[in-house]
């Protein structure tokens, strides 16, 4: 079992539908870092968190530490979400500073 | 330019040749990663470093050699490319102060496709 597991691995979605997708993880963690990726291109931060929610613009990001779970959410969603997005989290105990990833959200948003 | 360059970022080689892929950063973060991209894979860690003369192997560090001479360079090397080393090379920067976990936000390069033919 992957320590850090994502759902769903594939989304397909109509334009303006509200988005979620789910991050869960099994180790100890000191944040929680989500990732967006569009095809062919480079790898972006969109948030990092440690606690509580954030948000930026039509992105919303929760993590729930005792329940080991974060989600992202997109509202108004739009073809040009269309990306993976990554989830990947640090172990709690370590100060290395490596990620350890989950295996990806493929969201495609349809006109 | 400020921020995280590759390069080159398009590479056809053949098996058996040494190729070095650059990485460079202007923020003067101590650590920088190397990770490869493959499709069922994801990113996987391929080395990193956490100050000028320190590395530490990651999870796929078999054919690849990395040095860090300078804080703001972290070259990848592939000492004889193989069909496998088949790829996209991302390269990441972090500050990762002890105790801020905002300080652990990676930052990735652009990626470097790289094709051993």
């Known amino acids: 079992k992957n320590e850090v597991e994502q759902s769903p691995q594939n989304l397909t979605a109509q334009e303006g539908e509200f988005i979620t997708i789910n991050c869960s993880y099994s180790v100890g963690i000191s944040a929680l870092h989500w990732l967006q990726q569009h095809p062919g291109g480079g790898i972006v931060s969109l948030f990092m968190l440690s606690s509580g929610k954030k948000k930026h613009g039509r992105l919303i990001a929760t993590i729930n530490i005792q329940e080991k779970h974060s989600s992202l959410h997109i509202t108004a969603s739009h073809p040009r979400d269309s990306a993976v997005y990554i989830c990947a989290v640090w172990g709690g105990s370590s100060n290395t500073g490596k990620l350890i990833f989950g295996q990806g959200t493929t969201l495609q948003v349809k006109p | 330019d400020a921020g995280i360059t590759q390069s080159p970022r398009y590479k056809i080689t053949e098996t058996g040749r040494q190729v070095t892929l650059m990485c460079h950063q202007t923020?003067?973060?101590?650590?920088m990663f190397w990770y490869r991209q493959d499709l069922g894979h994801g990113l996987r860690l391929i080395y990193y470093s956490a100050a000028a003369d320190i590395t530490d192997k990651g999870e796929v560090p078999d054919g690849y050699v990395v040095s860090r001479s300078k804080t703001e360079n972290f070259p990848l090397t592939l000492e004889s490319a193989t069909r496998s080393q088949t790829s996209v090379y991302f390269c990441?920067?972090?500050?990762?102060?002890?105790?801020?976990?905002?300080?652990?936000?990676?930052?990735f390069g652009p990626g470097t496709r790289l094709t051993v033919t």
């Open positions: 923020w003067s973060h101590s650590y």
């Open positions: 990441a920067s972090s500050e990762v102060k002890l105790g801020l976990a905002s300080s652990y936000e990676q930052y």
